[in-house]
């Protein structure tokens, strides 16, 4: 389709298809603020860098003269099929790069049945994007609050919204030494992106003496002040468990031992991932992570993973490596940034061609089936 457009109609992609070339345009339709928050990282950045550098660790064997004439790209997560091996991964304050914000992107990702996790820091209440989203298949990202009835309205309203899983985020105790957005003396959340579930909240709302609406310094103070909650331990893990009866994930695992022990407290799912290199700099490269979990884990829990995914190859390794499926973080931003809705799809339509593409070249023709035979460690 791209080839026919570009050759025969004389119209190629407005969406870089490369990640380089599509990161370069992204940064520069945003603003300076945006441009640093969204493609920064911590400290100076050296992890978000490391992420990429644990890619080019593996390389792809292909097979050769095997039918890949037809070839399979779903698999089964938590009993339900998805079409594709990919998740939107959940990211917070889109609205800081596009107007609709999050809307737009769940508009792209109902399209293409692209399976996503919203934030708790979206910039849309989860009631409106999940109208958006009909069948998809829809997660919530949580932040554990500190007012432990906002923490159970989060995970009530989930529910009521059919979302299909609860992930924990687990990596962000505090925020991140982000120099670049110190700098710039920048965070959304105090020009009030992102507390959108925060405001439509009737738990949030009782800790508040104005409405939201009337207020809107009080309600971004309030929300500093509940966002999250550093004492947590392990209990939070088991008191979310036995909170819903939907599959609990925990994202930002990097340490086997840190996966033995969630096991341990019932998880059902693990995200493998260092937040896009954003909370710790000279983390390991969250890919390095992976192979280790997924022995630990020994299929006791499914393994998710995301940090540095750019491309369907990139895909296919992390699935190779033991992955049941990976978010894709930054790239849809840009996409949002560059293109509101279109912009999203074009850079989740690169993505699942070229996934598809590259099986079909390795030899392979089902991504549930992938394994290590397909890599040689660098
Ligand atoms: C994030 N991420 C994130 N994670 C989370 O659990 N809750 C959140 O609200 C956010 N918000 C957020 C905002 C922005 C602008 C970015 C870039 C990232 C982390 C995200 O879910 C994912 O872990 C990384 O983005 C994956 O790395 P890549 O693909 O961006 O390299």
């Not at 520069?28 to 100076?44: F, H, K, N, P």
């Not at 923490?151 to 962000?172: H, K, Y």
């Amino acid at each position: 389709e791209i080839y026919a457009m570009g050759t025969l109609a004389d119209q190629p992609p407005e969406i870089p298809v490369r990640w380089t070339a599509l990161e370069t345009a992204a940064i520069e339709a945003m603003d300076d603020r945006a441009a640093a928050y969204v493609s920064g990282g911590a400290g100076s950045g050296e992890t978000v860098d490391e992420n990429r550098r644990a890619f080019a660790q593996w390389r792809i064997v292909p097979r050769l003269l095997r039918d890949v004439s037809e070839r399979d790209l779903s698999v089964d997560v938590f009993g339900r099929q998805w079409d594709l091996p990919l998740q939107i991964a959940p990211i917070g304050v889109q609205s800081i790069v596009h107007e609709d914000g999050v809307l737009a992107t769940a508009r792209a990702a109902a399209d293409l049945d692209v399976p996503i996790c919203l934030s708790s820091v979206s910039s849309s209440p989860i009631e409106e994007i999940t109208a958006k989203l009909g069948e998809t298949p829809t997660w919530f990202q949580l932040y554990w609050s500190s007012d432990r009835s906002i923490t159970e309205s989060f995970v009530r309203r989930a529910e009521n919204t059919g979302c299909n899983a609860i992930v924990l985020t687990v990596d962000v105790p505090l925020l991140g030494w982000r120099e670049r957005d110190l700098e710039q003396g920048y965070l959304p959340m105090l020009e009030g992106h992102g507390i959108a579930n925060y405001t439509s909240d009737p738990a949030f709302c009782d800790g508040l003496s104005d409405s939201p609406a009337e207020n809107e310094d009080a309600a971004i103070q309030h929300f500093l002040d509940v966002f999250g909650d550093p004492t947590i331990t392990w209990n939070a893990v088991s008191d979310l468990c036995s909170m819903t009866d939907l599959p609990v994930v925990i994202k930002g695992v990097l340490h086997p031992d840190d996966a033995e022990t969630a096991v341990d407290h019932g998880v059902d799912g693990i995200v493998v991932s260092n937040h896009g290199g954003r909370q710790v700099d000279g983390e390991l490269g969250a890919l390095e992570a992976l192979p280790r979990i997924v022995e630990r884990v020994a299929g006791r829990s499914a393994v998710f993973f995301d940090s540095g995914v750019r491309s369907g190859a990139d895909a296919l390794t992390a699935l190779a490596l033991g992955a049941d499926a990976v978010g894709i973080g930054r790239p849809v931003v840009y996409g949002l940034a560059l293109d509101g809705a279109d912009g999203v799809r074009s850079v989740l339509e690169n993505i699942r061609a070229g996934l598809d593409l590259t099986l079909a070249n390795t030899g392979r023709t089902n991504v549930a089936d992938l394994d290590r035979s397909l890599l040689v460690a660098r």
